[in-house]
T-cell receptor, first 110, second 113 residues
């Protein structure tokens, strides 16, 4: 089956700086890569996703890049704000089942 | 549109008791997923349904766990008998089609004493 690895597990940045979270996947058949943000006491919420026919996607301060050859994808958050502090999960899918990374706890220091 | 609704939000019960978790998916979504989240194992898929039919239950840890979806707007996850190691946050998610975003509820935090 698919194996998704996510790094780093924790990340602290100063407010206004950028944050980058990286994931790798093992199954070249995976073709859909969503990113979720989970705040304390809440369920994961989709923040951005990308499909394998696209190399990059951007939504305001959030962007995701995908390198199919290397089988890795990354989340980029620019101009970080305290409300970006949360746990972020990547996932890979080729059908019905999502395979999640182990999460990155992001802390934005005011 | 209302999101995925789970109940109860918190459940504390004693070992050996039956526990029932409930989920209402987003209207019109054909897929429903049950996940368990722990610090040690992260997010684990337990079972998922398509059009009310269980498709893959290979993630269900033991026979003590069972899930049903009697109609398109309701699903239950039952643990009988419950054990302390079942303590976790259980999430329900739904999606409109295969390989589409899954929308999560806010989970049930289960504590088995």
């Amino acid at each position: 089956g698919e194996n998704v690895e996510q790094h780093p597990s924790t990340l602290s940045v100063q407010e206004g700086d950028s944050a980058v979270i990286k994931c790798t996947y093992s199954d070249s058949a995976s073709n859909y890569f969503p990113w979720y943000k989970q705040e304390l006491g809440k369920g994961p919420q989709l923040i951005i996703d990308i499909r394998s026919n696209v190399g990059e996607k951007k939504d305001q301060r959030i962007a995701v890049t995908l390198n199919k050859t290397a089988k890795h994808f990354s989340l980029h958050i620019t101009e970080t704000q305290p409300e970006d502090s949360a746990v972020y999960f990547c996932a890979a899918s080729q059908g019905n089942q999502f395979y999640f990374g182990t999460g990155t706890s992001l802390t934005v220091i005011p | 549109d209302a999101g995925v609704i789970q109940s109860p939000r918190h459940e504390v019960t004693e070992m050996g008791q039956e526990v029932t978790l409930r989920c209402k998916p987003i209207s019109g979504h054909d897929y429903l997923f049950w996940y368990r989240q722990t610090m040690m194992r992260g997010l684990e898929l337990l079972i998922y349904f398509n059009n009310n039919v269980p498709i893959d239950d290979s993630g269900m840890p033991e026979d003590r766990f069972s899930a049903k979806m009697p109609n398109a707007s309701f699903s239950t996850l039952k643990i009988q008998p419950s054990e302390p190691r079942d303590s976790a946050v259980y999430f329900c998610a739904s999606s409109s089609r295969s390989n589409q975003p899954q929308h999560f509820g806010d989970g049930t935090r289960l504590s088995i004493l």
